[in-house]
């Protein structure tokens, strides 16, 4: 295993198996009341939060906690991590250079994924990306979890993705490749997952023998698929966006017609939080075939998982 987890290409097929198998034992063992083992033994894990989170927060501080390690969490306003120079209170790579003389590992949700790279580079700890502009690795292994924990098997199933070629569209593009899940994404014109990250997917779908495919339109993405997944038109840091892209997003809220479109027992994927009436309808956010809180759930299991693989 890579010492980072800055993107999925940094996983191997095996290794992503791995993770989400051992996610389970944790998943099988919280059912049955047993969530702390202390596996991590008084490891601690430095958390630098640049943007705001709930579900990565909450999981990997619990997943820290359960299992007998130590999280401490840093704010942007604490510690300015992307602020360096000028504006900030120290560099990255200095900020990486202190924390490595602290802790274990470094968990980082920044707005610039050179800022993952130069963390990765600095520090001999792990780093692991909990989401910068343009990966969502921990999301994607969750995701996969989810698909796995509802679907009999991976064979043959077709993912489609409506909305945003975004840093959760592009992980769970990436991930689905690797491990052999047919993708479509249909996406406005202008907002599709870069071409340097479709390259990479596409080298990983050769191997794994199923296909990808990047269109325009909703119903043909949408058609026969086994998971129809969304995520917000606006991501943290586009907030000044916001009009432009409600227009250009026009025709891409996923509601009930557009299911139809899908397998009758097709599920309703997202990685939340959820903008109800923009991305996603209510009647489909609550529908018996949404399973976005079981989702939201395996990211704790998954937090685990990679903290023992991690530490
Ligand atoms: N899905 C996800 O990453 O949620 P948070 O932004 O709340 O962590
Ligand atoms: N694409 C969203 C995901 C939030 C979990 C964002 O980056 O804000």
Redesign the pocket.
Known sequence: MKKDLTCISDLAKKEIIAIVKRAFEFKAKSDCGIRHENLLNGKFVAMIFE?????????FELAAAYLGGIPIFLTSSQILASGGGEHGRESIPDIARNLERFVDLVLA?VYSHDTIKILAKTLKKPVIN??CDKH?P??ALADLMAITRHKKSLKNLKVAFIGDGNN?ATSLMQICATVGINFAIASPKGYEIPIVEQTVGAEMAKKSGVSLHFLKSPKDAAKNADVIYTDTFIS?GQENEKAKRLRDFKGYCVDSKLLKFAKPDAIFMH???AHRGEEVTNEVMDCQNSIVFDQ?EC?MHIAKSLLTFYL
């Open positions: 943007k705001p989170s709930l579900r990565t927060k909450v999981a949700r909990a989401l969502h921990t999301q959760v943290m990685c939340l939080p939201a990211r």
